[in-house]
Antibody, heavy 119, light 112 residues
Framework: EVQMLESGGDLVQPGGSLRLSCAASGFTFATYAMSWVRQSPGKGLEWVSSITYSGETTYYADSVKGRFTISRDNSKDTLFLQMNSLRAEDTAVYYC????????????WGQGTPVTVSS | DIVLTQTPLSSPVTLGQPASISCRSSQSLVHSDGNTYLSWLQQRPGQPPRLLMYRISNRFSGVPDRFSGSGAGTDFTLKISRVEAEDVGVYYCMQATQFPRTFGQGTKVEIK
């Protein structure tokens, strides 16, 4: 069974940093691209970042470019999102999602981890 | 960025009746490889999103056949042939033809 378990969400002050983790299981992690998607309270979905299976290529939304870094450790089946210079508008539930190859979408999602940026 | 506009934003439906959601893109979603990377996701209350359809009309594993997707270019539709209670939630279209990936605003399906 495919599972993703996010962790690392917390309450942080504006300007602070957090590192989110996503532990994957039930599939060969090293062969799939992965993504982070967030959802602000009561709002819709916003794509944040994606990374290829090897980690060689990364993509970011303009809203987080230069502040967030996506990475992965294929030896530990884990995806990361390093978030720096956090702003109030980064407050959201952050979901880790597995990409469906050749389909241009994500087929499995974790339960999410909440991030609150507030003083 | 590609903007996806969904209509309606809210759809009260009688159980057993059909429902239809439209997703219109600000530009063609046909990729240079010939594929159209438009998918539909369902988010039930309190749950993460779940993939329903990919590349317009391909039903994902385990998705009931009362769900169907259609369209081309810039206009796409998700149809539920007979709404069931478990279909309550918010439905999103998403494009991955071009980075950044973008989502529609979401359409809330509820039972009348």
């Amino acid at each position: 069974e495919v599972q993703m378990l996010e962790s690392g969400g917390d309450l942080v002050q504006p300007g602070g940093s957090l590192r989110l983790s996503c532990a994957a299981s039930g599939f060969t992690f090293a062969t799939y691209a992965m993504s982070w998607v967030r959802q602000s309270p009561g709002k819709g979905l916003e794509w944040v970042s994606s990374i290829t299976y090897s980690g060689e290529t990364t993509y970011y939304a303009d809203s987080v470019k230069g502040r967030f870094t996506i990475s992965r450790d294929n030896s530990k089946d884990t995806l990361f999102l390093q978030m720096n210079s956090l702003r109030a508008e980064d407050t959201a539930v952050y979901y880790c999602a597995k990409d469906l190859p050749t389909a241009g979408t994500t087929d499995y999602w974790g339960q999410g981890t909440p991030v609150t940026v507030s003083s | 960025d590609i903007v996806l506009t969904q209509t309606p934003l809210s759809s009260p439906v009688t159980l057993g009746q059909p429902a239809s959601i439209s997703c219109r893109s600000s530009q063609s979603l046909v990729h240079s490889d010939g594929n159209t990377y438009l998918s539909w996701l369902q988010q039930r209350p309190g749950q993460p999103p779940r993939l329903l359809m990919y590349r317009i009309s391909n039903r994902f594993s385990g998705v009931p056949d009362r769900f169907s997707g259609s369209g081309a270019g810039t206009d796409f539709t998700l149809k539920i042939s007979r709404v069931e209670a478990e279909d309550v939630g918010v439905y999103y279209c998403m494009q991955a033809t071009q980075f950044p990936r973008t989502f529609g605003q979401g359409t809330k399906v509820e039972i009348k």
